[in-house]
């Protein structure tokens, strides 16, 4: 343990980073959204606190769309490590019938996750809300600080941002104020991966190849993961080897073709892979600087 | 990332043992910066196809771009930003080759965001300045290198840009090189690394470059792979550790969990808890992933003691044998980043490692002008300047300065209204060893005693006659010291005379006796080091004088509540004067007994003419003028 390697140094920066959390707020919860980043954050909240666990929950916000997967391990997860899993559902949004296929992504981003998160952020009165998003994944998530403040209406305000200098996070909230933090600021998808094979975290089967029924839209492989899907004339049902190298809701997720079952495969995929991990989301792509318009009405 | 990368072993799973270099880039998009930093990561492969798709499109979109690719769109992040093609916040950019994983603070050049470089200097481990070979070392180049070596930055990289633009001509460069160490001289500068480049051609990026056949040094990204990282050396330095939260889970485990700011630690080792200075030695160094036998700087860990010792978050566990000086007053270097200007004596949040404390500038010494590095004089600091102050704390902290250790010497300061962050602070050295009985026996006499209060102690005694508003005044210009954060306490004649005097009456021995011990105890309290105001009527010049002979030259102050005794007697408060004139009460003051009017005391107020209130305010300014409260 001599050689301080990159993601020994990013995993010592976040462990820190969720301490503060813990020693400065008053309500804390950790966003769970299952995939790998939130396997590393999550792992890396049970080494913060060893021996003791975490001493705030895990809030899934669940659309009803996530891969039946997903779920399954979610359950698991929660049990295996004893924490406390909060599952929360815009109830309002599934009784209006909100759904990717009949309202479109943005419709159903819009009311099921951000909608849901800041239900549920209000409900439970949480104050500082630990979330897995890295700054390599989109440009306008490259100027978020790790201690992002949000308005009494979830508002994020880039211009406003506080500076944030050495790691001296200032955590002092004004009156109604709540605070996003992103402890995975600085990993890439690289170091996620390098991370998840050297500490050896479970994460949800769907990112190793296996063959699975898809059916080709837009140029995106999406997988017929329940009866939900309507299939369009002219589209047929496959069985194709694919995994996922990011995991939402699964008719906004596109598949990729692969071989790789393991996780050297998956890396070894990794490196020559000639697009970013975003591309196969739909959310994304609904209109140029859409990330940080989403992030500012309140999106994760 | 690419094949060629992983060809080269970029990522092997198993032997995974790159390490990471924070680096600065410093310069205007002129210079050509942007550009440097999107040849960085497409030659690097670092970019994916559908990332450089979005840029291509983009690039056709921006007016300003005659190249394929405009890669400054790929690092200004914000719509406001890439609509007004500049750069406002510090931007962060990750990416690896097979040696080193990077990660980049792009930060805006101009002196209005001083604040945004400071912020990505303070992670940086290295500052690459870019100069544009046609134009040469500028104000701003030297603003950049000057900056990068106040935050502690040791490894700069002089960037000269643009090299295509002027022949590759090997003369302007060695001009440039010797501009610019010209002026680094007197920067804290451990090594300049001048490489001749074209980030627009990609010559010498990732590259040599074959235009220039006279260079025979590194390109940029060999350089940097190469480059020894600092926070080495933080191994050799003693250890610290700020102690960030207690880790409790059941009766039977007490941790102290934080990140290792220098040094190692290893159990058996004694260390000392500051700032109480208890010592104990380490008993564990737990981890989840099983105890370790030895700890090094940046890593986050838990450690337990042999002794069950007072110890909580925010403070310092250090090596016993190379403890850090305790101090609550300093010269310290302020970068101010908030549009509200700092003004010397109002009150912050000071936060030091795990550590907020409440901070008082006390004295502004002077302003620098980042681009000449002089001293000016100033009484406020304006968002992006910076000045070099004193500062103190309401409690004693442990520290190191800052050009030692960037973790136990760099703080913030936060408004204590907004909550805003309103500075980077750099601690040069204490200006006065706190005392720390736990080590060295200090007298405590009236010095330190005032000292610890900041505050020049004094008696400030109110004469005149019954309801000429001695009391009310005096409790106005407390409250009004009060609010100046002055430690004061009001000794009431009437109030007295209910306790410590109860067994005195009015004869004039008794009076006298009164007078006496109120005095006395003003003593003991100015000695104590408070702000003491006495009201009562002390009709004797005699008494005064007694009074006035105890304390120092310049302790007694001597306020003349001045009034008609016809007003006094109109107003008659507590039905004194109708007792006395019905002959109910003997000795009287004004009455039956007389009043000697101060010959000179230190103020005079004439209640006939002024409220209360402005005779309060008459009194500050006094004191104020006085030097006892500034």
């Known amino acids: 343990m001599n050689k301080r390697t990159s993601v020994n140094t990013l995993e010592s920066e976040s462990i820190d980073i969720i301490r503060e959390v813990a020693a400065t707020s008053d309500n804390p919860v950790m966003l769970y959204s299952i995939g790998k980043d939130s396997a590393v954050m999550l792992h890396l909240a049970m080494k913060a606190f060893y021996p003791g666990k975490p001493r705030f929950p895990i809030l899934h916000v669940d659309t009803t769309w996530k891969f039946r997967e997903m779920i399954t391990f979610r359950d698991q997860t929660a049990q295996r490590l004893g924490l406390n899993l909060i599952v929360h559902t815009n109830q309002d949004g599934l009784a209006r019938g909100i759904g990717p296929f009949t309202h479109g992504s943005a419709i159903h981003t819009d009311v099921m996750k951000t909608e849901a998160l800041k239900q549920a952020l209000d409900k439970w009165q949480f104050d500082v809300a630990l979330g897995g998003a890295r700054r390599d994944e989109e440009k306008s998530r490259a100027k978020e600080r790790v201690f992002s403040f949000r308005s009494a209406a979830h508002r994020w305000d880039p211009k406003q941002q506080r500076p944030e200098i050495w790691k001296l996070y200032n955590t002092h909230k004004n009156p109604g104020e709540t605070v996003r933090v992103f402890p995975l600021s600085n990993w890439t998808e690289l170091d996620i991966w390098q991370y998840i094979y050297q500490e050896n975290i479970p994460i949800v089967p769907l990112y190793f190849a296996a063959s699975r029924p898809v059916v080709e839209r837009n140029g995106m492989l999406i997988m017929v993961d329940d009866d939900r899907m309507p299939i369009q004339p002219g589209e047929k049902i496959e069985q194709r080897m694919i995994r996922f190298r990011t995991l939402g809701c699964y008719p906004l997720t596109g598949a990729i073709e692969s071989t790789a079952t393991t996780l050297p495969d998956i890396i070894a995929e990794m490196m020559t892979a000639t697009t970013s991990e975003r591309q196969g989301r739909l959310v994304d792509h609904d209109q140029a600087a859409s990330m940080e318009k989403k992030k500012q009405e309140g999106y994760f | 990332m690419s094949v060629a990368l992983a060809e080269q072993g970029a990522f092997a799973p198993s032997a995974q043992d790159k390490t990471l270099l924070r680096f600065i880039t410093c310069g205007s998009v002129d210079d050509g910066k942007s550009t440097l ?472 021995a008794d009076r006298v006796e009164n007078i006496r011990r109120v005095a006395e105890v003003g003593r003991l309290m100015v000695d104590a080091g408070l702000i003491v105001l006495a009201s009562l009527i002390s009709p004797f010049r005699a008494d005064r004088a007694a009074a006035r002979a105890l304390l120092n030259e310049g302790e007694f102050f001597e306020v003349f509540v001045d009034t008609n005794l016809s007003i006094a007697e109109q107003r008659d408060p507590k039905g004194l004067y109708r007792k006395a004139r019905s002959g109910a009460l003997r000795n009287f003051t004004g009455i039956d007994s007389p009043y000697e009017v101060p010959e000179s005391p230190e103020l005079r107020v004439d209640t006939s003419l002024t409220s209360a209130e402005d005779a309060a305010e008459q009194v500050i300014a006094a004191l104020r003028a006085a030097g006892i409260i500034w």
């Open chain 2, 37 to 508: 930093i999107g040849r960085l990561l497409h030659d690097s492969k670092s970019l994916f196809e559908d990332q450089l798709a979005t840029l291509r499109a983009d690039s056709l979109r921006s007016i300003a771009s005659d190249q394929e690719i405009d890669f400054s769109l790929l690092l200004d992040g914000l719509a406001a930003e890439r609509e007004q093609k500049i750069t406002i916040d510090v931007a962060y950019r990750f990416f690896a080759t097979a040696r080193r994983s990077f990660i980049v603070a792009d930060t805006p050049g101009h002196e209005q965001y001083t604040r945004n470089m400071v912020t990505g200097a303070s992670t940086a481990s290295l500052a690459i300045v870019l100069v544009d070979a046609r134009k040469g070392v500028l104000t701003q180049t030297r603003r950049h290198a000057y900056l990068a070596s106040l935050l502690g930055i040791r490894h700069l990289v002089l960037a000269v840009n643009k090299m295509d633009a002027v022949e590759w001509r090997q003369a302007r460069f060695a001009e440039i090189v010797q501009a610019f160490r010209a002026f680094a001289e007197d920067l804290n500068l451990q090594d300049i690394t001048a490489i001749p480049l074209s980030a627009l051609l990609g010559a010498n990026v990732t590259s040599p470059a074959v235009q220039m056949p006279w260079y025979a040094g590194p390109s940029l990204l060999t350089h940097l792979e190469e480059v020894p990282i600092e926070s080495q050396s933080l191994r050799q330095e003693p250890f610290r550790m700020s102690v960030q939260w207690v880790n409790r889970p059941n009766a039977d485990f007490r941790g102290f969990s934080g990140t290792i700011a220098a040094g190692t630690v290893r159990p058996g080792e004694w260390v000392r808890v500051l700032p109480s200075g208890r010592q104990t030695h380490v008993a564990r160094i737990v981890t989840y992933d099983g105890d370790l036998a030895e700890a090094i700087a940046g890593q986050a860990v838990t450690l337990t003691f042999a002794d069950e010792i007072d110890c909580s978050r925010g403070d310092m566990v250090a090596a016993a044998n190379a403890a850090p000086e305790i101090a609550d007053k300093f010269q310290a270097t302020l970068v101010w980043m908030v549009e509200a200007p700092l003004r010397p004596g109002r009150s912050y949040w000071l936060k030091i490692g795990r550590k907020t404390v409440v901070c008082t500038v006390t004295l502004l010494k002077h302003r620098v002008d980042v681009n000449n590095l002089a001293e000016q004089q100033t009484t406020l600091l304006q968002l992006n300047e910076i000045g070099v102050c004193h500062i103190s704390l309401d409690q004693a902290i442990p520290f190191d300065p800052y050009v030692e250790n960037r973790e136990t010497g760099g703080f913030i300061l936060i408004d204590r209204v907004s909550h805003a962050t309103a500075a980077a602070g750099l601690l040069h050295f204490a200006l006065r060893r706190s005392q720390n009985l736990h080590w060295q026996a200090v007298d405590v006499d009236r010095t330190v005693r005032a000292a610890a209060k900041e505050q020049r102690p004094a008696l400030v005694w109110f004469t005149g006659l019954s309801g000429a508003g001695k009391s009310t005044i005096a409790n106005l210009v407390e409250k009004r010291l009060h609010a100046l954060g002055r430690h004061t306490y009001l000794l009431d004649g009437d109030n007295v005379r209910h306790g410590l005097n109860r067994d005195l009456g009015f004869t004039d």
